[in-house]
């Protein structure tokens, strides 16, 4: 399948693998890579830019496909140090970049003077227009459903990815809430070139997280989602878990009142305890409501395999036999 995707990154299959905090490690990226679609690092996930630079080398020895780099632009007082990790991106021959989390607006010029392609994740048709118009070369758009961070506008991708198609020029991905060929299909009839997964591709054999996380994805369905940290503004989609049920409780509680320090207990430094010791009630951690379409462990090869293989048939066998 060739789409304006495919070519801008020089990939075989229109699917992206979204940057996910300590799952996006070189094991996972060169995995998507390898069987033809674009795998992705978490840059903040390594402590450092030197961490970071490690990482991208061990990506380098598994595959010679392209691959790309996941930079968080986080809501925190004392930033990361966003041009060592660039620079570490630059010097490790990465040529794609997924930005996300806020405005890139500061760190773009750095990252289009050294070549890259910069595909900006948001979860509005206004930050997606606002990118287009900084030079970002392509954007993923995060609907509603998305694990991780939705924003506040609670825009479902039914709606907001022929939003997009209406008002962008730079090509898209669709991203939250795909799994499987119908989304992949779905998502290019709504105007979208390809599409981002996150939490599906958490449940793969190459994915170098706890297996207590797999299966607990497997377990979940569609309804075991929580939505936490909304009065701060900071919402996130998490699997839901004693953890979530206190925080919720204390959002209930201490209504418009509440500040981040009173759930930063809950919140600190759970990634870590979850993802690598599979401690699935250490905290709230990111899972889109895409847990209910997720029912086995592929490797990443067969995922793809079987999402182009399928897609190929649901348009040439189910939509044409319609016409
Ligand atoms: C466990 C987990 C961690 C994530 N961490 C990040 C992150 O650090 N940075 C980021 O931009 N997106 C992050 N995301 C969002 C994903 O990249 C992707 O946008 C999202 O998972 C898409 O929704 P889906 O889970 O329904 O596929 C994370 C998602 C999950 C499930």
């Known amino acids: 399948m060739q789409t304006l995707i495919t070519e801008m990154f020089e990939i075989k299959h229109p699917i992206i693998q979204g940057g996910m905090h300590y799952v996006g490690f070189a094991e996972l990226a060169a995995a998507v890579s390898n069987a033809g679609g674009l795998g992705i ?3 903040l996930t390594q402590k450092t830019p030197d961490a970071l630079a490690k990482e991208i080398e061990r990506c380098n020895k598994m595959t010679n496909k392209p691959f790309g780099v996941n930079l968080t632009f986080l809501p925190v007082i004392e930033a990361p140090d966003y041009p060592g990790y660039i620079k570490a991106i630059i010097d490790g021959g990465v040529k794609i970049v997924e930005t996300a989390g806020n405005n890139p607006a500061k760190w773009l010029p750095m990252l289009k003077e050294n070549g890259m392609k910069v595909i900006h994740k948001c979860t509005t048709v206004r930050h997606a227009l606002k990118a287009e118009g900084l030079g970002c070369d392509a954007l993923s758009i995060d609907g509603f459903e998305c694990g991780g961070h939705p924003g506040e506008d609670d825009i479902p991708n039914m ?11 730079v090509p898209f991905v669709s991203s939250g809430g795909m799994a499987d060929a119908r989304s992949l299909v779905a998502s290019l009839a ?3 070139e390809g599409m981002n997964m ?5 449940a793969t054999k190459e994915a170098p997280v706890h297996e207590n996380v797999k299966q607990a994805i497997l377990a979940a369905t569609e309804l075991d989602t929580r939505l936490v940290m909304r009065p701060l503004r900071n919402t996130e989609r998490v699997l839901n878990n004693a953890a979530v049920e206190r925080i919720l409780e204390k959002e209930k509680e201490l209504g418009s009142h509440i500040k981040f320090d009173d759930i930063i207990k809950e919140v600190a430094g759970v990634y870590p305890s979850v993802m690598l010791e599979g401690e699935m009630d250490a905290g709230p951690w990111s899972c889109g409501m895409v847990a209910g379409l997720i029912h086995d462990i592929p490797t990443v090869q067969e995922l793809v395999d079987r999402i182009m293989a399928e897609s190929e048939e649901l348009i040439r066998t189910r939509l044409e036999r319609m016409i």
């Open 41 to 43: 690092i978490t840059g």
């Open 198 to 202: 996150g939490t599906r591709f958490i």
């Open 190 to 192: 709504m105007g979208a």
């Open 159 to 169: 709606i907001l990815l022929p939003r997009a198609a209406e008002e962008l020029k």
